[in-house]
């Protein structure tokens, strides 16, 4: 089974500042990326994802995420954060194999500091 | 399009108690999973449905269990509920693709507290 690890469980930065969301997972064989976001009392959003071709990947919001085989990383970045981007993030990875299955990392919570 | 929609939004039970959750998917999905949503573990995988048949089994004990009926609609059920199942259940619904890949559409969740 993959495992997602998401190294920082909060990250606060300051508005207009940039920042980065650090997503390890255990496999690079034939997996799909995702990162999704979370606001309060919500369900999750699909912020951007990679299949394949091109390993920067651009999604809505201003953010973009980077597949890297070789460090088995895919983390996520937006150049200047705005108070509306205070939310849970959430890396997940799904195996090509096993199609639906989807395994989450444990959420970074992000808050962005006026 | 109308979303994928959980009912009911929140819910309080007690331990012993049993609940049952349901979920409309997107209308045209056929895939319906569950995911149990805890601050210190994320999201867990329960099981995902696929018409009617349970096609993938997270690592959950026999006290969770789901069906899905005819329309796609899916409901879970937990039995005797213990505390550690206060959670956040969320739901997603897929539509079957030939490129492998489904994105998930996710509900707003059920919030189940039991005291």
């Known amino acids: 089974a993959q495992s997602v690890t998401q190294l920082d469980s909060q990250v606060p930065v300051f508005e207009e500042a940039p920042v980065e969301l650090r997503c390890n997972y255990s496999?690079?064989?034939?997996?799909?990326l995702f990162w999704y976001v979370q606001y309060p009392n919500q369900g999750l959003q699909l912020l951007l994802k990679y299949l394949s071709g091109s390993t920067l990947v651009k999604g809505i919001n201003g953010f973009e995420a980077e597949f890297n085989k070789s460090q088995t990383s895919f983390h996520l970045r937006k150049p200047s954060v705005h108070i509306s981007d205070t939310a849970e993030y959430f890396c997940a990875v799904s195996d090509r194999r096993t199609g639906n299955q989807f395994y989450f990392g444990t959420g970074t919570s992000l808050t962005v500091i006026p | 399009k109308a979303g994928v929609t959980q009912t009911p939004r929140y819910l309080i039970k007690t331990r012993g108690q049993q609940v049952t959750l349901s979920c409309s998917p997107i209308s045209g999905h056929r895939s319906v999973s569950w995911y149990q949503q805890t601050p210190g573990q994320g999201l867990q995988f329960l099981f995902e449905?696929?018409?009617?048949?349970?096609?993938n089994k997270g690592n959950f004990p026999g006290r969770f269990s789901g069906r899905q009926f005819s329309n796609s609609r899916s409901e879970m059920n937990v039995s005797t509920l213990e505390l550690g199942d206060s959670a956040l259940y969320l739901c997603?619904?897929?539509?079957?693709?030939?490129?492998?890949?489904?994105?998930?559409?996710f509900g707003p969740g059920t919030r189940l507290t039991v005291l």
């Open positions: 997603a619904s897929s539509l079957e693709t030939t490129s492998g890949y489904n994105e998930q559409f």
């Open positions: 496999s690079s064989v034939s997996v799909y």
């Open positions: 449905y696929f018409s009617e048949t349970q096609r």
